[in-house]
């Protein structure tokens, strides 16, 4: 498993996007974090395996009803571990 920083911007605070995605993330077995960040994007940190990297930004991509993601940026962070379990709202 490799930790992954995604960048997510478009219409994603204030319309239940973290919530959306720390609840479905978690459905569907993931572990990591959620947080807005001061810009208008959102931050994920997510362990995943190499074949799940697609699924999860199909999860990313479909937010809430209310979210319109318009980008998505990525890249693996080596070297480091999440200090938690589940997938959790910061």
């Known amino acids: 498993m490799k ?3 995604f960048i997510v911007s478009g219409k994603v605070q204030g319309v239940f996007y973290r919530k959306s995605v720390s ?3 978690m459905m569907a077995g993931y572990r990591g974090s959620v947080k807005n960040l001061c810009d208008g994007t959102v931050e994920v940190y997510a362990e995943l395996l190499d ?3 697609s699924g999860f930004l ?3 991509r479909e937010g809430s009803r209310l979210s319109e993601v ?3 940026i990525y890249d693996a962070i080596s070297g480091e ?3 938690y379990d589940g997938f959790v709202i910061l």
């Open 23 to 25: 609840q479905n993330a």
């Open 58 to 60: 199909e999860l990313l």
């Open 70 to 72: 318009s980008d998505i």
């Open 81 to 83: 571990k999440l200090e």
């Open 51 to 53: 074949d799940e990297i």
């Open 3 to 5: 930790l992954y920083r």
